[in-house]
């Protein structure tokens, strides 16, 4: 996949929640090579920002722009290049770690027992794989979840609070992932209000106010 | 092509000022021509030489029963337009809709019942139109009770948009295997008259009222229809003249 | 025609005037109905705009 | 690492393997609408007479009436589990058309629940009085009608998913919407009793299969997408 010219850009964004007008024309844009964090204190829309830009919250008005085109109109190819992390870990409880990722990361790209167990032991649950995803730890499954994002193999991540149930490996794990991926020219953008990548280069941060 | 005197007129303060000086007008028009229909229906028009003065209760439920389908369409269109176009006006027109519509399917299934008792001699009888308006009592009420179970207008709107539009494709289905049904079982209680052979004095008060009750329409549209724009509308400064 | 034969409509009193008040009644209803959701909207409207002006100052 | 797009049927087939996979894991709760099922259909000869010469008079219009709201019944939870845990969000994000993808579940849930129905049918007709001369027809028209109405009520479980009693609302807005299926299926079965050619009506029934068919899907979608936004 190449990401040349893959840039993402937010225009004049406004979006409600109930009465409350949450986002007032935030605007940015985000390269390759490059992690947005989006910060500001609780209620402040970051979830909500991110749900716009997934297309899971309608925004009132604002447009967003990827590869120097309007996504409108164009959801489904936009969607494909997009993996989205949310508060939800979206895994079955009756399923295995494998299996979870073959129905469900299975769905954008097809995948191999191979690459299944690679992603399983880079995100460090390998042992955990014929587990059924009930019986994982909470950590285990943020994990299992990043796997699944992993495999999505999408040049835009939309991470909201990837490091919640994550102990300090698993922060330190989310932070090299991103780092890789932005190396590799993907871009990222995360909602977090805890550390994360705070020093590195890559970063550059969006600051909500309210 | 301009689309601009569109977009204008679908713009919320616009149509809320024009709904708003329309609305007398309709209202006027409308007990003015209702007036004069049941004068004409109830007076001057001959009666049915089978069903003697019986008859004069077509008058009000003939022109209910085709305002009942008439505002089921007006509000699937409507809803149709505001999923595709992302018209909040148009959502608002479908929600204004509803409950005018359903009460007139209530009026329009009560005297087709008053009705049934002299012409078949029971209260009810499963005859393919009271059958038919019943189920688009149901549609309406359903699509009432899906509307009313969301917090978030917005998301009500285009949830029970989908359902008027599923809803419409399925009137004419559910239409024809009612009348269908209706041919297969004779009704136990044989109709004591013939379908009243209607002259051209009779028709008359029938389509005065018609178009008395679209006009009435019209104006209860329009009056509900401020309420929903009103109800839509976030911080919009014109709001503070408007309320 | 005298008024009484009128009121009595062949016989059919019972069902042409309950037909007919009952189609007054839900005119009336409609019309009381849609008054009064539209006042309603205007004082909710009414409160929120005072609700955004204590907030925004 | 390459990676290579998923074709759509490949996506669809995922979807209806993991309902298959789940529901093989929790088979008690697959079980539930066919005892519903048979036991409705218990009460009408209870409620009314055990005269299976009287009942064949009602027999087809009773598993009819019965087969509907079973179906229904299973319906009401269809898309409950996966919107709350978050994959239906990541459906909708796949970059695959949502409405195959959600086909699919409701082709898989059909497997489950409508075609045990169809399949169960003779048996539970033969206690109202149905002669063998009517199971064909009977479960004909059973497969057509349940498979539209899992559509109809894929649409309704997709409007109803996130609101409160879902559960009345979504017979309140799916059973209208039933009623053709239940009045031509219902007419077929006892048409085929009478000596008539239940042609006419099984193939509405299958026209009006193919209408929820192809519009169904759009309709699941676009409700999909309003139940996950929150």
Redesign the interface.
């Known amino acids: 996949?190449t990401f040349d010219g893959a840039v993402f850009e937010a225009r004049a964004i406004n979006a409600?929640r109930?009465?409350r007008?949450i986002l007032r024309d935030v605007s940015f844009s985000v390269r390759p090579g490059e992690f947005l964090k989006v910060t500001g204190p609780n209620g402040v829309g970051k979830t909500t920002l991110l749900?716009v830009i997934?297309?899971?919250?309608?925004a009132e008005t604002g447009e967003l722009w990827w590869r120097g085109q309007s996504v409108r109109g164009r959801r489904?190819?936009f969607?494909?290049?997009?993996g989205?992390l949310?508060?939800?870990?979206?895994?079955?409880g009756?399923?295995t770690a494998r299996?979870n990722l073959?129905?469900?990361a299975?769905?954008?790209?097809?995948l191999t027992a191979q690459?299944i167990d690679a992603t399983l032991d880079r995100v460090g649950i390998l042992s955990r794989g014929d587990l059924p995803a009930r019986s994982l730890s909470a950590g285990q499954k943020r994990r299992l979840a990043l796997a699944?994002l992993l495999l999505a193999?999408a040049a835009l991540w939309i991470l909201d609070e990837p490091v919640t149930n994550l102990d300090t490996a698993g922060i330190r794990l989310v932070e090299e992932l991103i780092v890789d991926h932005v190396q590799n020219g993907g871009l990222a953008i995360a909602a977090a209000h805890q550390r994360l990548l705070d020093d590195a280069p890559c970063l550059r941060r969006l600051e909500l106010e309210p | 092509m301009s689309w601009t005197w569109f977009h204008k007129l679908a713009s919320p303060p616009h149509a809320y000022r024009i709904l708003g000086s329309l609305a007398p007008w309709f209202g006027w028009a409308s007990l003015a021509l209702i007036l004069l229909a049941t004068w004409w229906g109830l007076v001057k028009a001959p009666a049915d030489y089978q069903q003697g003065d019986g008859f004069r209760i077509l008058y009000v439920h003939a022109p209910s029963a085709w305002m009942s389908m008439f505002t089921y369409v007006v509000m699937a269109v409507a809803a149709g337009v505001g999923l595709v176009w992302r018209i909040k006006l148009a959502h608002a027109a479908a929600a204004a809709c509803a409950p005018i519509g359903a009460s007139f399917t209530f009026l329009a299934l009560a005297t087709g019942s008053i009705w049934g008792k002299p012409m078949w001699g029971t209260w009810w009888v499963w005859d393919a139109r009271l059958t038919s308006e019943l189920l688009l009592l149901f549609l309406y009420l359903g699509y009432m009770a899906l509307r009313a179970s969301f917090d978030d207008p917005q998301r009500a709107d285009r949830a029970s948009a989908v359902l008027a539009l599923v809803g419409v494709i399925n009137v004419p289905i559910i239409h024809y295997s009612v009348n269908w049904w209706s041919t297969l079982h004779q009704p136990a209680s044989v109709t004591k008259f013939d379908k009243p052979s209607i002259d051209l004095a009779m028709l008359i008060p029938l389509f005065l009222m018609i178009i008395g009750f679209q006009l009435y329409f019209g104006w209860a549209v329009s009056r509900r229809l401020r309420g929903e724009i009103l109800r839509r509308e976030r911080n919009a400064n014109w709001l503070k003249e408007a309320a | 025609m005298d008024l009484k034969e009128f009121f009595e409509m062949g016989g059919y009193a019972g069902y042409v005037w309950t037909s007919y008040g009952l189609t007054a009644l839900i005119l009336l209803w409609n019309w009381w109905a849609a008054r009064r959701s539209e006042a309603e909207a205007q004082t909710a409207a009414r409160r929120r705009n005072e609700l955004a002006l204590e907030r925004s100052s | 690492m390459t990676a290579v797009r998923t074709p759509t049927l490949a996506a669809a087939k995922l979807v209806f393997q993991r309902d298959m996979t789940l529901a093989w894991r929790r088979w008690d709760e697959v079980a539930q609408p066919l005892i519903f099922y048979v036991v409705v259909t218990t009460m009408f000869p209870l409620a009314t007479t055990p005269d299976l010469s009287a009942l064949r008079e009602i027999g087809g219009g009773v598993v009819w009436v019965a087969a509907l709201l079973a179906s229904l019944l299973a319906l009401e939870a269809l898309f409950r589990a996966d919107v709350e845990d978050g994959t239906t969000e990541q459906w909708v994000l796949s970059g695959q058309p949502l409405g195959y993808l959600l086909l699919a579940k409701v082709a898989a849930h059909w497997v489950l629940t409508g075609l045990p129905l169809v399949i169960m049918s003779p048996i539970v007709g033969t206690g109202l009085g149905l002669p063998t001369s009517a199971w064909g027809v009977l479960m004909a028209s059973l497969l057509l009608g349940t498979g539209t109405l899992s559509i109809l009520g894929g649409i309704g479980a997709a409007l109803t998913v996130g609101v409160r009693r879902g559960s009345v609302l979504l017979s309140l807005l799916v059973l209208p919407l039933a009623m053709p299926l239940l009045i031509f299926g219902s007419r077929a079965v006892s048409m085929q009793m009478d000596g008539d050619s239940p042609a006419g009506p099984l193939q509405l029934l299958a026209a009006i299969f193919f209408m929820a068919l192809s519009l169904g899907p759009i309709a699941m979608s676009a409700a999909i997408r309003i139940s996950v936004e929150n």
């Open positions: 996949m409600w109930g009465d007008h749900r997934c297309g899971l919250l309608p489904d190819e969607n494909f290049e997009l989205h949310g508060h939800l870990n979206s895994l079955k009756d399923l299996e073959k129905f469900l299975g769905l954008r790209t097809t690459t699944r193999d």
